[in-house]
């Protein structure tokens, strides 16, 4: 490609409205063009990334043995309602209607439709495994889209379902899809951490999330430095911090703390470390009737050391709270304690209540909780003596940096990412919502083991500018960038040498199809480094007269700061060499 028949539009100032750097750098480089909120214009420049991105995926896909299809951005509510997620999902899914009145939505994810068609074209288990995957476009309603590509409303994904007649069978289709997105993630040229996740809303029994490293990643990941341990913040765990329950060693005791209505206060003025208190959390439950309207709520009390946060998703994994749960109304919480948060605890309680120990908690002594009377705690509290051991003792707590490992090899550490992949092993959980089935052996029908596995397509080009990039501009790896090599001849309109050589380099490149970009717009040298440091070129060329009166050109990396010279003979050595070709 040569510049001046293509289409470069760089800024030297990103928008206003451009909040984190990839928003900023896509929008002054010219990969996307605002639209709307959360709608972009994917240019030129953007979308040659996009597609190498896709044949990456592509290619790995199709030699884990997936097959690719194409399903409808528009999707009939019927089906959506065969699985209850038309009602179940919030605003965030588009529902819209036709001119007869029929429901339709637009797609976030297609769940639905694909198990349609394994239900109407997979009928016998001969025809197992199977594996579909498209690259679509896909649109959430997000109530405050920000970030550019990172949570816009539309977006490109690659999403694959497999399906397969058995739980061993569909172990192996996830393995497969595992070593497939490791193997897409080390050709993107990323680094990057596979994690165990919590499998969110969609469902199902085993899941992993890939996440790109990055300070600026909206995702906390836990690893342990000295062994494969990693796991989003949601699910991970730590070893046990107190090994067993220590002996009562103090009295029960009353004691003032005027205004003192958090832990860290509370321990600073009783001269106690952080991790002899106990912070009160208060949940409710409801039961509704078939109008909807609640007939029974059930109030509890979340116990967590002071140093300590809720972990809302473990919680939700509590007996009782699995269905769904909220924070109790004030209301609520002086009816049950006889006094505001602040001063809560599990002593003195007003009306019963389910009690939740986290297992750090479960197995304190000698602890300070609210005394459930304002400007006062209790110091000194211990299980069973003072009070009963809890309903439940659950991991319901954040793990935090230090803690040690649950497979005993060190202490966990925890890094920034951003999510970009996702694979699940959802079982049988929308077959049997469809009653999707197959004939086996014996020729009885029975249900599909199923599995989903996504990568935001867009959202690699942002989670990769926000891993790399400097105060220049962009940093693509060779795989993704949307030209690999700029050719920036100083002179190309004035120098006939300078012309034809850059001409004759320009062509051997494309040869050996090296994806060179030929900088024919007669820029001044400074605008021309400026416009692919910005973009992100990751290896650039400079010819010149004077250098090529001493036969030679000027190579730079895009993560080096100062050029290299280059015997003009050697130039296409050292690029094949940098590029393994």
């Known amino acids: 490609m040569k510049a001046s028949q293509f289409f470069i539009s760089t800024l030297k100032e990103a928008p206003t409205d451009a909040e984190i750097v990839s928003h900023k750098l896509m929008m002054r480089a010219g990969l996307i063009k605002k639209l709307g909120a959360g709608l972009y214009n994917y240019m030129p420049m953007g979308l040659r990334s996009i597609r190498k991105v896709e044949a990456i995926i592509r290619s790995e896909m199709d030699r884990a043995g997936a097959v690719e299809l194409t399903m409808p951005v528009v999707q009939p509510a019927e089906l959506w309602q065969e699985t209850g997620r038309f009602d179940k999902m919030g605003p965030e899914l588009l529902r819209v209607k036709d001119r007869h ?12 439709v694909v198990t349609d068609i394994a239900r109407q074209e997979l009928r016998s288990y001969r025809q197992l495994p199977k594996n579909f995957y498209q690259i679509q476009t896909k649109f959430r309603d997000e109530r ?24 061993e069978s569909a172990g192996k ?30 469902g199902g029994d085993r899941s992993h999330e890939f996440q790109v490293i990055a300070d600026t990643g909206e995702d906390a990941i836990v690893y342990c430095p000295n062994s494969d341990y990693a796991a989003n913040i949601e699910l991970a765990e730590s070893g046990p911090l107190i090994a067993q329950r220590g002996t009562a060693t103090q009295a029960l005791q009353k004691v003032a703390t005027p205004g003192k209505t958090s832990c860290a206060d509370v321990a600073a003025l009783l001269g106690l470390p952080l991790t002899q208190t106990v912070k009160s959390l208060v949940l409710a439950t409801d039961e509704l009737d078939e109008a909807g309207e609640i007939v029974k709520s059930t109030v509890w009390l979340l116990l967590v050391r002071g140093d300590h946060d809720l972990n809302e998703v473990k919680a939700g994994k ?16 002086i009816e049950h ?36 009377e304002a400007d006062f705690h209790i110091q000194g509290v211990n299980w069973g003596r003072d009070l009963p051991e809890p309903d439940v003792v659950a991991d319901i707590r ?6 040690p490992s649950p497979d005993g090899k060190g202490a966990l550490a925890i890094q920034r990412g951003i999510e970009v992949g996702h694979v699940f092993f959802l079982g049988t959980k929308y077959s049997a919502a469809m009653n999707a089935t197959f004939l086996d052996e014996t020729g009885k029908p029975k249900l599909f083991e199923m599995g989903c596995y996504g990568i935001g397509v867009t959202r690699i080009l942002g989670a990769a500018i926000e891993q790399n990039h400097d105060d220049r501009g962009i940093i693509w790896p ?29 062509d051997e490149l494309l040869a050996l199809g090296i994806d060179a970009i030929l900088d024919d717009r ?10 692919w440091e910005l973009i992100g070129v990751p290896h650039r060329v400079v010819l010149s007269d004077r250098g090529l009166k001493d036969g030679q050109v000027e190579y730079q990396g895009r993560r080096e700061t100062e050029a290299t010279k280059v015997a003009l003979n050697e130039i296409v050595t050292l690029l094949r060499a940098k590029l393994k070709i």
């Open 101 to 112: 009145d029929r429901d339709f939505i637009i797609q976030p994810t297609a769940e639905e």
């Open 144 to 167: 405050r889209p920000r970030f550019g590509v990172m949570r816009g409303r539309e977006f490109t994904m690659k999403d694959a379902y497999s399906f397969d007649r058995d739980v």
């Open 173 to 202: 289709s996830y393995d497969k899809m595992y070593a497939a997105y490791c193997r897409i993630f080390d050709r993107l040229g990323l680094q990057y951490r596979a994690v165990a996740a919590d499998t969110g809303a969609i």
């Open 318 to 333: 509590v007996e009782g709270l699995k269905n769904g749960f909220r924070f109790a109304t004030e209301k609520e919480i």
């Open 337 to 372: 304690f006889g006094t505001k948060p602040g001063y809560l605890g599990p002593i003195g309680l007003k009306q019963p209540v389910k009690i939740v120990a986290d297992r750090t908690v479960a197995n304190m002594h000698d602890f300070v909780t609210g005394a459930n």
């Open 398 to 403: 954040n793990v935090v940096e230090g803690d």
């Open 478 to 506: 060779d795989s993704i960038a949307p030209f690999t090599v700029s050719i920036c001849p100083i002179g190309y309109d004035r120098s006939a040498d300078v012309k034809a050589m850059a001409d004759r380099l320009y």
């Open 522 to 531: 007669g820029e001044r040298p400074g605008a021309m480094f400026a416009d």
